[in-house]
């Protein structure tokens, strides 16, 4: 795992969108794992200008979205396959047909998450999944307590999940108690994760996960056992790490070889 600590969400999503760039050179069907919420924004945004201003190729680019809400209409504003078009697909020249997302309006939700599986693998794996973290530590919507080893299945919403996500829809009542989300096995699989993180409001998560124990409690911990994870954090988020010294002067001393 390694940490890099950047002044700002602009240089956090310049960063990972350099890795997307690189990697889109070198395999232009690349596929990426796309995640929602507020931390990977500023990393669409530059996708998305450079794309625009430089040319930046998606067309033959896959993507699959990490997770969905159970029993919104399709096209509901709030779904994140709609999400994901509006803040991303769009914006770029990727083919529709090649952005997929678990079906949350499903009649039966467990051949669709079996599905969901079976197309990621078909298409040859993740290559670089890009994630935030719940104040509670999940990623995608694997809420504490989800098996270590778990595929694409129906959760449960903590209530706190819902109370943060309750600001994109009118009222708490409106955000669904059920989810799916690619499980914590089919995320270790990617074959590079890049996780942002920003905020004093994340500043424990980053902690508990990079430096606590790998425990189902805190579902991003998993992440301690993926051989290729990448944390992009701004100071507020490091501001309770332990070894942030280290993980700067690591950063700065990186052979330029490595890349990200
Ligand atoms: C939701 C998403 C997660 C995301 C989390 C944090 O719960 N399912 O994928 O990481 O929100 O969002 P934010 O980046 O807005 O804090």
Same mark, same amino acid.
């Given at each position: 795992? %390694? ?17 997307? %760039?690189?990697?889109? #050179? ?11 919420? +507020?931390?990977?924004?500023?990393? =669409? ?28 209409? *399709? ?5 994140? !396959? %709609? ?7 769009? !914006? ?9 997302? *678990? ?6 939700? *467990?051949?669709?998450?079996?599905? =969901? ?11 670089? /999944? ?28 903590? %209530? ?25 096995? +089919? ?13 004093? /409001? ?10 606590? *124990? ?9 992440? /301690? ?21 280290? =993980?700067?002067?690591? =950063?700065?001393?990186?052979? #330029?070889?490595?890349?990200?």
């Amino acid at each position: 795992m %390694e940490v890099v600590i950047l002044p700002g969400s602009r240089q956090i999503g310049a960063l990972a969108a350099d890795a997307i %760039e690189l990697l889109l #050179q070198r395999k232009p069907n690349a596929v990426l794992g796309l995640a929602t919420g +507020t931390s990977p924004l500023t990393i =669409y945004e530059e996708l998305a200008r450079r794309h625009e201003e430089h040319g930046v190729d998606f067309s033959e680019a896959r993507g699959f979205v990490l997770d969905e809400y159970v029993g919104l209409e *399709p096209g509901h504003p709030q779904s994140y !396959r %709609e999400v994901i078009r509006r803040e991303f697909t769009d !914006r770029v020249n990727i083919k529709p047909e090649n952005v997929h997302a *678990p079906d949350g309006s499903a009649a039966d939700i *467990p051949a669709a998450c079996q599905a =969901y599986e079976e197309a990621i693998s078909e298409a040859g794996g993740v290559d670089l /999944q890009i994630l935030g973290v719940g104040t509670d530590g999940h990623i995608g919507f694997n809420e504490p307590g989800s098996s270590l080893s778990s595929r694409t299945r129906i959760k449960t919403l903590i %209530e706190q999940t819902r109370k943060d996500n309750a600001r994109f829809f009118g009222s708490i009542s409106e955000v669904p108690h059920h989810v799916l989300t690619q499980g914590l096995g +089919t995320i270790l699989e990617a074959k590079h994760v890049i996780l942002v993180a920003t905020g004093a /409001q994340k500043a424990q998560t980053v902690r508990d996960f990079v430096e606590g *124990p790998v425990a189902a409690i805190c579902a991003a911990s998993v992440l /301690q056992m993926h051989p290729h994870t990448t944390i992009l954090i701004d100071e507020a988020a490091a501001s309770s790490l332990k070894l942030a010294d280290y =993980y700067r002067h690591a =950063y700065d001393n990186k052979p #330029q070889w490595q890349g990200l």
